[in-house]
């Protein structure tokens, strides 16, 4: 069986090697997930891989070959059903049969507009007809407040979309930050190269991101359609998936019961430890064993050889040396944390630089030679070889020196200081005018009444408006919501759906009447 080193044992340094397989990566935020995963993807020989970037300011892989995101037409009724529940973030419940009625009309237009834009295109104009019931044209009002949310993103996309999928040998990044607010979208472009792969490709791994937007409780997306196919046939084609999980609080826990392989990370609540566990067959792990992992530290459940093992991860592009050093406690991880985050601020700041030919090549041997050098100091003799070239294209009054990025290791000392910040915070006061006419003063009623005081969900708002013989249609009440949160009278926050309440910054005054 083909397996990848993923690290070292914890304490005795042994070398650990991860059988392939569908995996999740669980843990918190700077404790390792994105450097686990890049460890994987980059020691997985003569294979292709996929990641996708779906958070600004995301600056990892900055190697790897980027591809323009790839986009495959689709207007099936499970599709966009999918698709409008990502954009909503709450299940349809009895709207299936009109999407179905449009998907069949789109299936009969000519061939070059079968497409998502026609089926909207098809569904506004069955608000045009006039015999339309009030009851059907309520349902076709709110599929186009949806689809208002994802179409007109695509359109404006279509000139940067790929409409074939070319993955080489090693890492490939679509990059999706620019959609970062349009998470349904994102989620199209994830699924339908999750399809290409499923359909052409082979030995192939795809790192999926957020798995409580992908695969959330109680809804479909458009990858979450996918996500069991894929768990289910892709092993078969050598093709696998590895999941980014922070926790898994709203996540649907079923499809993940075809996950084989663990590698979970610190996490402290308490709940999702317990959650963690039961998902992972009760193995014999204490929750605390998890609550104090330290950076960099893993433990592994392998379903497949039916073993557990507390590992440290081998950071792509570090010393082996020093990962075993740090496995067997020798060096604190904080030291390969700091190490990894002045090499990549130097690469970026770098970035830009032209290098002659002959000296890019050299840097790029080394950099190949990093992961298989075990002795230090031949390590430091190749840095010295290169260091006075290098320096002569880099503004040394004002950039780091190649000898900056830390691969000059003897004995490892990091000093860490803290900045203290001066902030100067201005108030400005916005006014509302307190009304039952408008959709938003209708919510800012319920918000007087304290009923924003908790954190309250989409639906809670829809009923609370009901009983206060103030109802709204669900369009007008999503667009009321955006627009208070927008002007900061509402918060928001997104677990596996959005949530809203009233920031502590908000008063209600009485004012004078008339």
């Known amino acids: 069986m083909s397996k990848v080193l993923l690290g070292f044992t914890v304490p005795d340094g042994e070398p650990y090697y991860l059988p392939l397989g569908h995996t999740c990566i669980t843990g918190m935020t700077q404790y390792g997930k994105s450097t686990t995963g890049e460890a994987i993807l980059r020691r997985s020989k003569s294979a292709k891989s996929l990641v996708f970037l779906t958070k600004r300011g995301e600056k990892t892989f900055a190697d790897a070959n980027r591809i323009p995101p790839f986009y495959k037409e689709r207007f099936d009724w499970e599709y966009v059903r999918g698709l409008l529940e990502a954009a909503m973030r709450e299940k349809l419940k009895f709207e299936t049969p009109w999407i179905m009625r449009i998907s069949k009309a789109v299936n009969l237009a000519p061939v070059e507009q079968r497409n998502l834009s026609t089926w909207h295109k098809y569904l506004k104009q069955m608000l045009t007809r006039e015999q339309l019931r009030e009851f059907d044209r309520n349902i076709y009002t709110l599929l186009d407040g949806y689809m208002d949310k994802v179409t007109p993103v695509l359109d404006q996309a279509r000139q940067q979309l790929a409409t074939q999928l070319t993955l080489k040998e090693g890492l490939n990044v679509e990059d999706l930050t620019e959609w970062y607010q349009q998470e349904a979208f994102q989620m199209v472009l994830i699924g339908a190269a999750m399809d290409h792969i499923l359909e052409v490709e082979n030995n192939t791994r795809v790192m999926m991101p957020e798995a409580w937007k992908m695969l959330p409780q109680g809804r479909n997306t458009p990858v979450k359609l996918r996500f069991e196919k894929y768990v289910r046939e892709g092993a078969t084609n050598g093709n696998f998936l590895y999941i980014d999980a922070q926790d898994l609080g709203g996540v649907d826990k079923e499809p993940l019961r075809q996950v084989s392989l663990w590698i979970m990370g610190k996490m402290m609540q308490a709940d999702e430890v317990e959650r963690l566990l039961k998902q992972t067959f009760k193995v014999t792990i204490k929750p605390v064993d998890i609550q104090t992992l330290q950076v960099g530290h893993f433990i592994v459940v392998n379903g497949i050889e039916n073993r557990v093992d507390k590992v440290y991860v081998w950071p792509w592009g570090v010393p082996e040396q020093l990962a075993k050093d740090v496995a067997a406690g020798k060096i604190p991880p904080e030291v390969v944390k700091e190490w990894l ?83 100067e915070v201005e108030n400005p006061i916005k006014d509302f005018k307190l009304t039952t006419e408008t959709p938003e003063g209708k919510v800012m009623w319920l918000a007087k009444d304290g009923f924003f005081k908790n954190w309250r969900r989409f639906t809670d708002v829809n009923n609370a408006l009901t009983e206060a013989k103030m109802p709204l249609q669900k369009v007008d009440l999503m667009r009321a919501l955006k627009n208070l949160c927008d002007q900061g009278f509402l918060a928001t926050r997104k677990t596996d759906r959005s949530e809203y309440s009233m920031p502590d910054n908000v008063r209600f005054i009485e004012g004078e009447r008339g």
């Open 341 to 423: 985050v002045e090499r990549q601020k130097l690469l970026n700041e770098h970035a830009h630089v032209e290098l002659p030919e002959d000296l890019l090549n050299r840097v790029n041997a080394l950099s190949r030679r990093v992961d298989n050098l075990t002795d230090l100091e031949t390590l430091t003799t190749a840095v010295k070889l290169l260091r006075e070239d290098f320096n002569k294209h880099i503004d040394i009054n004002h950039q780091p020196k190649f000898q900056d990025m830390g691969v000059e290791i003897g004995e490892a000392q990091v000093t860490l200081q803290h900045p203290i910040y001066k902030v």
